[in-house]
């Protein structure tokens, strides 16, 4: 292999060397984020295992510029309690395991609470539930993992929606990457139909915004093959 002679080699010359500091947390925050939620894709993919982990039978997905500009989940699971919400998007918060034992019988999809505080770190949260029991629902945004506001009592069908808009707005490279907006959705089709076959229990569909037809529908009574 050639070697640039002009190129600077690491070991040598003088001068201090560079200061060792610790990053802000939103730094840290952001960075895991990036690692967590690559693309519009994963996050279809962890917003709908919660959907399948919370009970669900019937989950639809819409999806408008790729991904990039909105990703709605909605399904009928059984909700998040409104005592839960202020601590729902933050950093590895989750109703799926208590003590690091239960890793060990864990059976949920999803488990780690990253990918929630993810999203609220990359874009724009909205989560609206109900409970069963509950003569009303909540709607709450997020950003940086925190609650912009309290919870607001709203009309809700049962389960949880959760839409993340305007994904990747502060990361610039990123999105100069998925610039072709339509990119991820043949990826987001290929996620949906494939949990279509292995929960063969469940509805879904996946559409895109302001599309009548959806381009992925299966039904309960639908065999695997």
Do not use: W
């Not at 909205?126 to 709450?140: C, D, F, K, N, S």
């Not at 494939?194 to 915004?209: D, E, L, M, Q, T």
Request: charged share 25%.
């Amino acid at each position: 292999m050639e070697v640039d002679d002009a190129a600077p080699r690491g070991g040598g010359g003088g001068g201090e060397p560079p200061r060792i500091r610790r990053l802000e947390e939103s730094v840290v925050n952001r960075i895991a984020a990036g690692e967590v939620i690559q693309r519009p894709s994963s996050a279809v993919k962890e917003l709908v295992e919660n959907s399948i982990d919370a009970d669900s039978s019937t989950i639809s997905v819409t999806v408008k510029d790729g991904g990039l500009k909105l990703i709605q989940v909605s399904d009928d699971g059984h909700g998040i309690r409104c005592e839960d919400l202020p601590i729902l998007c933050e950093r590895h918060t989750t109703s799926k395991l208590s003590a690091y034992e239960d890793l060990q019988t864990i059976k949920f999809m999803g488990f780690g609470g990253e990918a929630l505080a993810s999203m609220t770190y990359v874009g724009h949260v909205t989560v609206t539930t109900i409970t069963e029991g509950q003569l009303h629902g909540y709607r709450v945004s997020y950003r940086d993992g925190v609650m912009e506001n309290d919870p607001k009592p709203c009309a809700a069908v049962k389960g949880t929606q959760i839409m993340v808009e305007n994904l990747f707005y502060n990361m610039v490279a990123r999105r100069k990457t998925l610039q072709n907006s339509n990119d991820d959705y043949p990826k987001i089709v290929d996620f949906i139909s494939r949990f279509a076959v292995h929960h063969i229990n469940v509805n879904f569909s996946c559409r895109k915004h302001g599309a009548n037809r959806a381009d992925v529908r299966s039904g309960s009574t639908s065999s695997r093959l």
